[in-house]
Nanobody, 124 residues
Framework: QVQLVESGGGLVQAGGSLRLSCAAS????????MGWFRQAPGKEREFVAA????????RYVDSVKGRFTISRDNAKNTVYLQMNSLKPEDTAVYYC?????????????????WGQGTQVTVSS
């Protein structure tokens, strides 16, 4: 019932910035907990950031704290990931995910809808 479409990926040099966007279908976006995940070549999918429906609570993986910021605009049905000071190790396919049942940030398995992903490549 929920479709997620990521955009904003691309090629950037180390130290640069990108902003990813995730546009959600449906009429209940404001009730979803939203998250970002990434998967690098040869590695497992990794949690990056999440945000509650009211944006009162955010959570980040330690490796991106101070560099990445998750935000949302419920009027636009969109969640964002601002990525600054990018490093080559940030290179991955980035996925948007939604948790549609519940108000708190769930474990990774609790995200029940996923986008197709957008490629982020950071060169050195």
């Amino acid at each position: 019932q929920v479709q997620l479409v990521e955009s904003g990926g691309g090629l950037v040099q180390a130290g640069g910035s990108l902003r990813l966007s995730c546009a959600a279908s449906g009429r209940s976006f404001g009730n979803y907990v939203m998250g970002w995940f990434r998967q690098a070549p040869g590695k497992e999918r990794e949690f990056v950031a999440a945000i509650t429906r009211s944006a009162y609570t955010t959570r980040y993986v330690d490796s991106v704290k101070g560099r990445f910021t998750i935000s949302r605009d419920n009027a636009k049905n969109t969640v964002y990931l601002q990525m600054n000071s990018l490093k080559p190790e940030d290179t991955a396919v980035y996925y948007c995910a939604a948790h549609t049942r519940g108000l708190t940030i769930p474990a990774t398995g609790g995200f029940d809808y996923w986008g197709q992903g957008t490629q982020v490549t950071v060169s050195s």
